[in-house]
Nanobody
């Protein structure tokens, strides 16, 4: 089993940058592809970015491609989301999770709030 804790959110002006971290516990962390998601109150959770268990492959939602970069450090059981050129529409609570089966994510954290002011 994996437990995750997200951090690094905050308030930033449009055009700014933030780096989110997701620290995971559990010896099986490196066995999972991992993903970042975001959700606003009253809206469905939206996929943002994913990374293969080895870090060799990454994939992104069209809305963030070219602006966000996902990475991982398996030695530190941590994944990251570097967010550049932030826009007000990026304002959301950001979560990380492990892909336990293709398309199925579990072990959600509590999320970290990102607010982008215009």
């Amino acid at each position: 089993q994996v437990q995750v804790v997200e951090s690094g959110g905050g308030l930033v002006q449009a055009g700014g940058s933030l780096r989110l971290s997701c620290a995971a516990s559990g010896r099986t962390f490196s066995s999972y592809d991992m993903g970042w998601f975001r959700q606003a109150p009253g809206k469905e959770r939206e996929f943002v970015a994913g990374i293969a268990k080895s870090g060799s492959g990454t994939w992104y939602a069209e809305s963030v491609k070219g602006r966000f970069t996902i990475s991982r450090d398996n030695a530190k059981n941590t994944i990251f989301l570097q967010m550049n050129s932030l826009k007000p529409e990026d304002t959301d609570v950001y979560y990380c999770a492990a892909e336990v089966e293709p398309g199925a994510y579990e072990y959600w954290g509590q999320g970290t709030q990102v607010t982008v002011s215009s």
